[in-house]
């Protein structure tokens, strides 16, 4: 059973610096990619680690600045080149859309896929995608403008059934299914084979959430409350602390203090400004309030 | 005195790979810098490279392909976080306004610089740009799209006064500009010194040409006729010869002829498709064919 892993491409901040491109993720989950923002040269980090993304599907936007969105083009463009069929879908502010679609017509006239963008309310906490196996919901953050994180749920994956018991009991196949997702089970006799007897219980589902850009706002903690991992910005350090509130960004202590509060497993930081050369003092002054925090660097995959 | 150079920041096609980002460079000459095409990260590898770009007033793009203009607006945005003041030179193809215009608009409504457009034709060999010291030309290509490549050529730069024939002959200073310039010299007696025994001759100015995206083509060859650096797309190998046609790109070897035919004093090919992961034997098929010609590499300053 593969885990959940994070492949950061880029966790830079506007400026992009030799180590840092700007801001993307792709995060596998359930044998699918969803890719978390898509600053300029997605594509180009993709490529040089080799990502293959037949499984990519869905792209979530967290706000219009251009560290996070202008990959995109040139992304899809090349998806078209690449003969993509399947749909992809874009989650975003609904301005992308007016701003993606002139770009859209004039270079990829002829995508063999479609581009279906999906508007979302950066204000509201709410469910923004759902499949099977994956909820996503947005995260209001606090910054220049309207800006959401993101929360990736795993659903409950089905019990794992006994398989001495299917023997014992004679269960038919066409049972099983049920039996899975947590039915009992009765016999031609009448007996009920509790469902506690039959099964044990799968893998916890996976939680990880993306909170960037963002000043420190505690107003998220209820929501990524214990996830398994957080990634959340630190673009600058406590020497910057009036510059961050101006700007409206974290320090690396800030995004500590909001790991520690919301009890999480695991912190990842990103977003580093570019006058940091040595980013292990950022990962240090987090760690002080936060001892299980990993710095985030470029073309890294973590397992969540 | 410094010399011209060509510093190539992305030398691939259509898809990136993991040595080459799409194509850019940069023309240094006479202390200014002139940037050809601009694909997606762009501004990655000038900060890659550490190119101080506080020289760059003019950009020129080929054509209106992803791949040559997909890193304008996040180098446009960057100029703005880092406070550019001086007036950016844009010149293309006029749709190219069209589509910057409203994503400058969202994402740098602020900028504190002018993005200045002007619209060339390219279909058209004619002077597009000129300055004290740099004449720029365009060169029409023959692609799917219209798109034009340029020919840079220094201006003729004063003469060298020998200096001891200022003390000799009295020369006062506010003559020594027109005489740089090629004047005669009379003294207070009415002598006549001519002008070739009071200077040498400069540098001889300088000439480079840049083609891509373009199939072959021996239109262009009376234009680049002698440049003292060819850079000519060489997308493919004549083992694609049929491809190369159907896309309107050119072969290592075409490039190769195209360098013979024009006699230019160097060859730099580039534009490769992603399917060469050893360039070496594109510049081996060139080099068949003329001899002086060399590989153009990411992040990699030629002296032209």
């Given at each position: 059973m593969q885990n959940a892993s994070l492949t950061i491409l880029g966790c830079g901040s506007s400026l992009p610096t030799r180590k840092n491109f700007p801001s993307a993720q792709i995060l596998e989950i359930r044998d699918k990619q969803f890719l978390i923002d898509c600053g300029e040269g997605t594509q180009i980090r993709m490529r040089q680690m080799g990502v293959?993304?037949?499984?990519?599907?869905h792209v979530f936007i967290s706000h219009l600045h251009g560290d996070h969105c202008f990959g995109l083009i040139g992304l899809i463009s090349s998806f078209g080149m690449l003969n993509r069929t399947a749909d992809l879908h874009i989650h975003a502010q609904a301005d992308l859309e007016k701003i993606l679609e002139p770009q859209l017509a004039y270079f990829?006239?002829?995508?063999?896929?479609k581009v279906v963008f999906h508007a979302i309310n950066p204000r509201k906490h709410e469910l923004i995608f759902e499949d099977r196996s994956v909820q996503v919901f947005s995260i209001p953050l606090k910054h220049r403008v309207p800006c959401c994180g993101f929360l990736f749920e795993e659903k409950p994956r089905d019990r794992h059934i006994i398989r001495e018991m299917i023997d014992f009991y004679n269960?038919?196949?066409?049972?099983i299914p049920k039996i899975k997702q947590g039915e009992d089970f009765i016999t031609e006799e009448g007996e009920v084979i509790s469902n506690a007897d039959l099964t044990i219980s799968s893998e916890v589902p996976k939680r990880f959430a993306y909170c960037s850009d963002?000043?420190?706002?505690?107003?998220?903690v209820p929501i990524v409350q214990?996830?398994?991992?957080l990634y959340h910005?630190?673009?600058?350090?406590e020497d910057e602390l009036l510059r961050s509130k101006q700007t409206q960004h974290s320090t690396a202590r800030q995004a500590a203090e909001i790991a520690k509060l919301a009890n999480v497993k695991k912190l990842i930081i990103g977003h580093y400004?570019?006058?940091?050369?040595?980013q292990n003092e950022l990962l240090r002054e987090a760690q002080l309030v936060f001892e299980n925090t990993i710095l985030g660097e470029d073309m890294t995959v973590y397992e969540i």
């Open positions: 293959k993304t037949n499984r990519l599907g990829c006239a002829e995508l063999p896929f269960i038919p196949t066409w049972r963002t000043a420190y706002s505690e107003k998220i214990g996830v398994d991992c910005e630190a673009t600058f350090m400004s570019a006058r940091y050369s040595n």
